[in-house]
C-alpha cells in the first residue's frame, strides 16, 4: 500500500484536499474506490484507510485500521555531516540515512567545506528527499534537518547521556563491536579533504571519541551511513 506523511491531524474519517497527495492519488497512481492506503504524521503510529469517494479537489477516506510498527531503531542516532562538495551527496546521504533510521541531521560548514549555499528552496528538497525516503522505508518518525553555516560552537553537550564519535582517517582501526552498548550516538563526519587540526582540536577539549572502523577510506557519503548501520543494528 502506498504510504503517505502528512502534517495535519488523523482521525477517523479523513478528507484529503491537500493538492500534492491528490495529484499522486488520482494522476500518478490513478486510485479507484475502495482501495487503501497508509497516512501518518511523525508520531510514531500509522493509520489504513480505505478511499470511499473521488471527486476533482477531494477524497474521502474510511477508518480501516491503526497500527504501530516496528520499524524505528530502539537506539538514537545523529549525524554531524560537513558539508561535501556537491549537493547530490546531500541528497543521498540524507536518503540513506532516513532509511536506516537516524534521528536527526546537522549539516555544518567546517574549515575545509566547499562553498555550498544552502538555500531555502535547496533545504525544502532536502526535507521532501527524507519525506519521500520515509514513505518508502516504513518509518513513521521524521528526523529534524538542521543547517547550520559554521562548526557547531557547542561540540558536546556534557549534561546529557550522548556519545559523539568523530570519524578520522588518522587513527587506528578499531572495532566497531566496542560501542555496541551504546543507546544515544552523534557520528561526526568530515568533508573531502578531511578535518582541519584546529577542528580535531576543538572537538578533542570537548571530550569527543575519534575512531577509525576499518582500513578503507570510505567517501563523506558513504562512512556515516556504513557506521550508522552498524551501531543501530548491533
Not at 123 to 135: G, S, V
Not at 167 to 190: A, C, H, K, M, P
Request: glycine share 6%.
Amino acid at each position: 500500500m502506498q504510504r503517505f506523511f502528512i502534517t495535519f491531524p488523523l482521525s477517523i474519517d479523513m478528507t484529503i484536499t491537500d493538492t500534492g497527495i491528490l495529484h499522486q492519488l488520482t494522476r500518478v497512481l490513478r486510485v479507484a474506490p475502495w482501495e487503501r492506503i497508509v497516512l501518518f504524521s511523525g508520531d510514531g503510529t500509522e493509520i489504513e484507510y480505505e478511499i470511499t469517494t473521488i471527486d476533482k479537489k477531494s477524497i474521502w477516506l474510511r477508518w480501516v485500521a491503526s497500527r504501530v510498527p516496528n520499524t524505528e531503531p530502539r537506539k538514537r542516532v545523529t549525524l554531524y555531516q560537513a558539508l561535501p562538495n556537491k549537493y547530490e551527496k546531500i541528497e543521498y546521504i540524507i536518503q540513506k540515512w532516513v532509511e536506516i533510521g537516524i534521528a536527526r541531521f546537522v549539516f555544518f560548514r567546517s574549515d575545509r567545506s566547499q562553498k555550498l549555499l544552502l538555500s531555502p528552496s535547496k533545504i525544502d528538497r532536502f526535507i521532501t528527499i527524507a519525506r519521500e525516503a520515509l514513505e518508502q522505508c516504513g518509518g513513521v518518525v521524521m528526523p529534524e534537518i538542521a543547517c547550520i553555516d559554521r562548526f557547531p560552537d557547542t561540540v558536546v553537550d556534557v549534561t546529557t547521556q550522548t556519545t559523539h564519535i568523530v570519524l578520522d582517517t588518522i587513527w587506528e582501526s578499531i572495532r566497531i563491536s566496542q560501542y555496541d552498548n551504546l543507546q544515544d550516538i552523534s557520528l561526526w563526519v568530515g568533508p573531502e579533504g578531511g578535518w582541519s587540526d584546529t577542528e580535531r582540536m576543538k572537538m578533542s577539549d570537548n571530550g569527543s571519541i575519534f575512531a577509525r572502523f576499518g582500513e578503507r577510506v570510505l567517501r563523506t557519503e558513504t562512512a556515516g551511513i556504513v557506521i550508522g548501520f552498524s551501531f543501530l543494528n548491533a
